[in-house]
Each structure stands twice: as C-alpha cells, then as structure tokens.
C-alpha cells in the first residue's frame, strides 16, 4: 500500500480492493491513466488557518467588481442555500431545483454587474484562493508523465484557470469543464455559456463531452477526485472503463451519504491535510 494512505484518519470501506485497484493500474502503466477531479474544495483547500477558502464563485462575490448592494445579494444566496448542499438529511431529487435556483439567481446577479474580463487576473491575484497541499507535485507529475488531466468544476471556467495559470500549473495536459463567461465586444460579460453545470448534472456534462472521451479511450483507467455524491459521476462518459479508483474529500460534508455509505473508495478527513 502506498504510505499516504497508511495515515490512520484515512478511510477505506475495502482497503484490499484499493490495493487491488492500485495494483492493476499500475501494472497497464500511465499512459492507461486519466484523472478526473472536481476544483471547488478537491483542488483548492477548504479552510487555511481555520478561515474557510473562497470557491470561484465566492473570488468574484468577494471581489471589487462586484457593487455592496449586489455583494448582500449573492450573501444571502449563498447564507440560503450552501446549507441546503451541505443537507444530508435531504435527497438529491429535493435539492435538484433549489442548486439550480442557487446557480441561477446567482450568475443573473453577476451579469448585472458587467464585469470586465481584463480585471478578473487581479481579482484572484488579489483573493484568498488556495490550491490543495502539494498541489505542485500532482499537476506536475501529471504533465510529466502526460497524463490528461480533466477538471470538472460547477464553478467558474474563467476564474478556475486563471487560479491554476497564477499557481504556475495550467499545463497543457489539463482540460476544463465548467460554467464559462461570455463577453460582448468590449470585454463586459454579459451572459454564461452553454449548459449550466451544477452539482448535481455533471454525469448530464460527461455525457454531452463525448468527443473528449472519445480521445481517451485508450485510458480505461481513471482516478477520479471530488468531494460530493455529485462527483462520483464525473467518469461517466468514459469509454470501456476497467478500473475506477474514487477518493472524497470530507471537508465539511463529512456526514454526507456519499461518504458514509462508502461510495468513495478512499476517503480523506479535513483532518488528516
Ligand atoms: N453561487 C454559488 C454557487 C456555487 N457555489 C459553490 O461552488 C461549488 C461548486 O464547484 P465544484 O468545483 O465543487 O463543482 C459548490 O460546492 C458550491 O458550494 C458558490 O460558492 N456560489
């Protein structure tokens, strides 16, 4: 077994059958592999110095471009419905239309307030947004070893990238699928793009993604990284997958279903970073 996951907070519901997993990717070798990982609080750490980190949509709510009476808006939003996500008492198919909702009310928000596209460098530069521990290790190896890299975010694709190109890692092994803005003429945005990805319809966006996929089908072996029951089908559109080895993040959902019921393979508490 691979010493990180010997740290006794780390959870396997069947260490063995991690083993075996590791095992036989291993054994196909890296050019079998591909990642796929979830950004807001996967990638980027959850809390520094006990202060919660900012998701993408919370580097631009936080932000100068944003007006007080719009920042009130998009508080109460979040104050509404980030405990609703967080709900483990609660089923998917009840909080389905209210994340939408949330997504929804918030990205009209945004657009209302014109923001321009050469500010939102500063505006991350200038936030507290963090990239997991050893980060660096993780994009670089991948990239040495060209391993495709996909990011599947229900956040922001603008703000996403220019996170990973200001930490020096957005290299060209690494692909995004996320919300993305669009901006008019003059570089104000003035709607998002395409489908919204939310959640809980990523397995929808793996499936709309064919081509990708379709690129990938000589790496039916995939390590899959998230920290919600929506993650857990980012790997959807994988063509003739053999082994999947899933690991979640427990951050603050550590009661959730998709952990507790062991539907990651490895789990890791907030404890244990
Ligand atoms: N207005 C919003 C909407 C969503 N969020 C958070 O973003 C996270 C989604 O991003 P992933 O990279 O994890 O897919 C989600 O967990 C929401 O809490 C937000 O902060 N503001």
């Given at each position: 077994m691979i010493p990180e996951l010997s740290n006794p907070s780390v959870c396997m519901r069947d260490p063995q059958r991690v083993q075996e997993i590791l095992q036989s990717m291993v054994k196909a070798g890296s050019n079998t592999v591909q990642v796929i990982s979830d950004f807001d609080m996967t990638l980027t750490r959850f809390a520094y110095n006990g202060k919660r980190c900012p998701t993408c949509h919370n580097i631009l709510d936080n932000s100068n471009l944003i007006s007080?009476?719009?920042?009130?808006?998009?508080?109460?939003?979040?104050?509404?419905?980030?405990p609703i996500e967080i709900d483990s008492s609660r089923s998917i198919e009840e909080k389905l239309p209210l994340m939408v909702e949330w997504w929804t009310k918030a990205h009209e928000?945004?657009?209302?307030?014109?923001?321009r596209k050469d500010l939102l460098a500063m505006v991350v530069q200038e936030s507290d947004a963090m990239l997991r521990e050893g980060y660096k290790l993780l994009f670089d190896?991948?990239?040495?070893?060209?391993?495709?890299?996909?990011?599947?975010?229900?956040?922001?694709?603008?703000?996403?990238?220019?996170?990973?190109?200001?930490?020096?890692?957005?290299?060209?092994?690494?692909?995004v699928f996320s919300n993305y803005m669009d901006f008019d003429e003059s570089?104000?945005?003035?709607?998002?793009?395409?489908?919204?990805?939310h959640i809980y319809n990523k397995r929808e966006g793996a499936l709309l993604n064919t081509g990708h996929f379709q690129e990938l089908r000589t790496r039916p072996n995939v390590l899959l990284l998230g920290d919600s029951l929506g993650d857990l089908t980012m790997a959807d559109g994988v063509h003739d997958?053999?082994?999947?080895?899933?690991?979640?993040?427990?951050?603050?959902?550590?009661?959730?279903?998709?952990?507790?019921?062991?539907?990651?393979n490895v789990s890791i508490p907030l404890t244990s970073l």
């Open positions: 007080n009476d719009c920042k009130i808006e998009l508080k109460e939003l979040l104050n509404t419905y980030y928000l945004l657009v209302q307030q014109k923001i190896h991948l990239y040495e070893h060209s391993i495709p890299l996909l990011i599947f975010s229900a956040g922001i694709g603008d703000i996403l990238e220019e996170v990973i190109r200001q930490a020096g890692v957005f290299h060209p092994n690494v692909k570089g104000e945005l003035r709607a998002f793009k395409g489908e919204l990805i997958m053999e082994n999947i080895l899933k690991i979640g993040f427990l951050n603050d959902k550590v009661n959730t279903i998709s952990h507790s019921h062991g539907l990651y």
